[in-house]
């Protein structure tokens, strides 16, 4: 199969309310109520971007990942049933949640459920911050970037994701911890030029969401939401910094799921066809001071 984007995330939450707050009057996105109480956090023309259950535990539920077409679809799931993976198949009803033509299910060997579905369904209404935000930075790259838990079963997770037509190496991070050996960060990307769509962090984290990304358009853009975040007392898991890999200014931000949002810009766009990846044991250019647990 070749994935061509990270299209949407599924999160679960006892009641969306928190979640309405945080994505509407923190990050600036678009609140959008669907059926059965869920709600869709919109960032661009897309229908949304993240859909938030009611109903359910706090944390993410599923990464949702966008295949070209019906024909990748149909091969994208005959080599996974090939390989020997349980599949679970959408029926309508969850489709038409998703707003997807269709999808299927599946856990990777870090025990993630992700989804392969091809064909979005939106009717392209503009998007409108209901603070300011000039836009997020989607386009044909996916929503941003997801980044997961994978501790024991690194390795066999990683070969996973990196067989032929689903993921390629960007790059691997070191993490510096005194007296620990360094937990390994891989980054991945696949059929669009962001410098990563999905990463696997060898790190144990509750739910197993380490956190998520969305790139505004503009430095303004992040400073602001630095500014609304402050106001309202939310809970900073890293300061202000660049990333080395991607050049990404950001920061990190408790959501209400339990894991974090890097909110940036500037993210850098790549040209596959030249990159070489590399390893590094320094995450940022600078900033990026991380809190601690709790």
């Known amino acids: 199969m070749e994935i061509r984007e990270l299209g949407y995330l599924l999160v679960g939450a006892p009641a969306v309310d928190e979640w309405r707050t945080f994505a509407t009057e923190v990050v600036g996105a678009m609140a959008v109520d669907g059926e059965d109480g869920v709600l869709y956090i919109k960032t661009d023309l897309r229908a949304y971007?993240?859909?938030?259950i009611p109903g359910q535990a706090n944390g993410l539920i599923a990464s949702g990942w966008l295949v070209a077409g019906p024909e990748a679809f149909a091969a994208a799931r005959a080599g996974l049933v090939a390989e020997g993976v349980a599949l679970e198949d959408g029926d309508a009803a969850a489709a038409k949640l998703r707003r997807v033509q269709a999808f299927f299910a599946f856990q990777d060997p870090a025990g993630h459920r992700h989804e392969i579905a091809w064909g979005p369904i939106s009717d392209y209404t503009p998007f409108v911050s209901p603070v300011g935000v000039s836009g997020f930075v989607t386009e044909d790259?996916?929503?941003?970037?997801?980044?997961?838990?994978?501790v024991e079963t690194f390795d066999k997770t990683l070969e996973f994701w990196t067989k032929p037509g689903r993921f390629a190496l960007s790059d691997i991070l070191h993490l510096p911890i005194p007296g620990a050996t360094p937990p390994r960060v891989y980054f991945l990307h696949c059929a669009n030029p962001r410098q990563h769509s999905l990463a696997l962090a060898e790190m144990p984290v509750p739910g197993g969401c380490v956190h998520i990304m969305l790139e505004a358009k503009t430095l303004d853009d992040v400073g602001r939401c630095l500014d609304r975040a402050t106001q309202r007392g939310v809970k900073f898991v890293a300061t202000l910094g660049r990333h080395v890999n991607d050049e990404m200014i950001s920061f990190?931000?408790?959501?209400p799921g339990g894991f974090a949002l890097e909110f940036g810009c500037g993210g850098k766009q790549m040209d596959w066809r030249e990159h070489i990846p590399f390893e590094t044991t320094r995450g940022s250019?600078?900033?990026h001071a991380w809190s601690p647990p709790g």
Not at 49 to 52: G, K
Not at 141 to 150: E, I, R, T
């Open 285 to 287: 250019d600078w900033g």
């Open 252 to 255: 990190y931000i408790a959501t």
């Open 141 to 150: 790259m996916g929503l941003g970037h997801v980044v997961l838990s994978a």
């Open 49 to 52: 971007r993240v859909a938030v």
